[in-house]
């Protein structure tokens, strides 16, 4: 599951296009199906919002919760291809953006009615 925060005003024109540019990311780096989109947008007041200096009204965070198991290097691929495409393709500059990977244990995912370490069935890897 993806949680992504911004700014109303900045967030809510971009969300349909943000959430296919953060899906082709998970496609190509990790594997996942086309079908195995979860995203949750959060738009909030600018007041409701404080983010460091040296950003702009359009900082976005970008939180990643998914199941341990992928190595640092396809973690490390995952956030460089992010920060690439968000740029090329939304004009949203590095600094603006913030990535975070929360991993949990598969028998820490509770998900059609089985928790993450009795799935045998998934459609991706997860040790990638």
């Known amino acids: 599951m993806i ?5 109303k005003e900045n967030l809510n024109p971009i969300k349909a296009k943000l959430s296919n540019v953060i899906h082709g990311c998970m496609r190509s780096v990790l594997g996942m199906p086309e079908d ?9 007041e600018k007041e409701d919002f404080y983010y460091p200096g040296g ?3 359009a900082y976005t965070v970008i939180e990643i919760n998914m199941m341990a198991g992928r190595k640092p290097e396809t973690q490390r691929t995952l956030i460089k291809s992010l920060f690439q495409k968000l740029e090329s393709q939304l004009s949203l500059a590095p600094a603006d ?3 975070t990977i929360k991993e949990q244990a598969p028998y820490q995912w509770g998900f059609r009615g089985i928790t993450g370490d009795e799935a045998n069935d998934l459609k991706y890897k997860v040790n990638v």
Request: net charge positive.
């Open 55 to 57: 950003r702009t009204d």
């Open 36 to 44: 195995k989109r979860a995203h949750r947008f959060v738009p909030l």
């Open 97 to 99: 953006v913030e990535i």
């Open 3 to 7: 949680v992504v925060y911004g700014i």
